[in-house]
């Protein structure tokens, strides 16, 4: 059975770093994507990264606008584990962070208009997720 658990979330001042992780078992961790999401209080689950199985030719990773410069994603496979490294946090990072697996082994998918994130509704594997709050 697909599972993933993510820790790692505190309280942490503006400015400051942390290191989510997220665990997976029960499925071939190694061959899927798998992406890391935030829902901020009030509003709706937001996609924050996704990085590429290994089993693909070129393993990339993808960061939504608002965390490029800051946020790294890396993967572990021997321990089967995923990677949010957040440096120079700041109030709008807050939220319930989340990792989940897409169905395949890339972050995006082929369609009419050429390649697109694969929505977050064929992510599974949904855990009960980490809080990260940034405030002084």
């Known amino acids: 059975q697909l599972q993933l658990v993510e820790s790692g979330g505190d309280l942490v001042q503006p400015g400051g770093s942390l290191r989510l992780s997220c665990a997976g078992s029960?499925?071939?961790?190694?061959?899927?994507?798998i992406g890391w999401f935030r829902q901020p209080p009030g509003k709706e689950r937001e996609g924050v990264s996704c990085?590429?199985?290994?089993?693909?030719?070129?393993?990339?990773?993808y960061y939504a606008d608002s965390v490029k410069g800051r946020f790294t994603i890396s993967r572990d496979n021997a321990k089967k584990e995923v990677y949010l490294q957040m440096s120079n946090l700041i109030p709008d990072d807050t939220g319930a962070y989340y990792c989940?697996?897409?169905?395949?082994?890339?972050?995006?998918?082929?369609?009419?208009?050429?390649?697109?994130?694969?929505?977050?509704?064929?992510?599974?594997?949904w855990g009960q997720g980490t809080q990260v709050t940034v405030s002084s």
């Open positions: 029960g499925f071939s961790f190694n061959s899927y994507a």
């Open positions: 990085i590429d199985s290994t089993d693909v030719t070129s393993t990339t990773t």
């Open positions: 989940a697996s897409a169905a395949q082994p890339m972050c995006v998918e082929s369609g009419p208009q050429g390649l697109s994130p694969v929505p977050i509704a064929d992510f599974g594997g």
